[in-house]
């Protein structure tokens, strides 16, 4: 992923940008050069669509905060005790989103939560203490944008990815979509909740390397990427996923001015 999104901004292309490795890896060094270059990166990905359509509304200096919803993943409601007993098919049993087994197991440990947080402080330019989390099991509301007034911006479409895949391609156009459309006068219940770091605790990790920067992005992302394959394949607990990419983290030389080769090399 990184080194054709690197190949799209070095020419100057604009990029629907479909992984958030990208950016968790290489963020400063992509969007620099997209800059230098006059490329334009579109964000793919449901929560940064939905913070991309709501900053069309205030000017970016006008920006209090940006909120990331997540859905909460299966075990919103596990306790500490229950969360240890998580076995590899009860972390694949997503509650409204269908994905493949990587990035459920992320939605599970809210570990897509953390990279989607790195991903917004670098594609936004956003200091990690104007992003929050918040929890919102029915992925109805996708991320919001408060402005300094007070007003909250959301952007609402069910669970469906067709809808931010379409944008990214038609912007700035908006076509018609084959998406199920939001039926405002059903039965509809929006709940929100604050995130429980103790028990996911890889939510701490997201905003630590959102605010360390420099090498600190590709070492969690592949030491996520290692520990969640031992879960899979039953040589890991369903908490040490976690514990493992913090282990890492702290072991880890850090350099807060990589080069993109080296991201790479750790990315691997």
Do not use: Y
């Not at 005790?81 to 994905?99: N, S, Y």
């Not at 909740?193 to 920067?213: K, M, Q, S, T």
């Amino acid at each position: 992923g990184l080194t054709s999104a690197w190949a799209a901004v070095e020419a100057g292309k604009t990029l629907a940008l479909a992984n958030k490795e990208t950016l968790v890896v290489a963020g400063p060094l992509v969007m620099q050069r997209a800059a230098e270059r006059g490329a334009t990166i579109l964000p793919v990905d449901s929560e940064h669509s939905a913070i991309f359509q709501a900053l069309c509304c205030g000017r970016r200096s006008e920006v209090r905060r940006v909120i990331l919803t997540a859905s909460g993943g299966p075990f919103r409601r596990h306790s500490l005790a229950q969360l240890r007993d998580v076995t590899v098919d009860d972390a694949l049993a997503h509650p409204t989103w269908d994905m493949g087994p990587k990035i459920t197991i992320d939605s599970a440990t809210m570990m897509n939560k953390a990279l989607e947080i790195i991903e917004a402080r670098w594609l936004f330019d956003l200091s990690p203490d104007r992003i929050d989390v918040v929890v919102h099991p029915q992925s109805i509301v996708h991320s919001m944008v408060e402005f300094v007034d007070g007003s909250v911006i959301a952007q609402l479409s069910p669970p469906d990815m067709k809808l931010p895949i379409q944008l990214a391609l038609s912007h700035p156009e908006r076509w018609p979509s084959p998406a199920a459309k939001l039926d405002l006068t059903e039965r509809l219940c929006l709940e929100f909740e604050p995130p429980d770091e103790e028990r996911f605790p890889a939510l701490a990790l997201g905003f630590e390397v959102a605010r360390r920067g420099g090498t600190a992005g590709a070492v969690l992302n592949a030491a996520n990427e290692a520990a969640v394959a031992e879960f899979l394949q039953g040589r890991l607990q369903f908490l040490d996923i976690a514990a493992v990419c913090r282990a890492v983290l702290e072991h880890h030389h850090f350099d807060p001015r990589p080069s993109l080769e080296q991201l790479m090399r750790l990315d691997r």
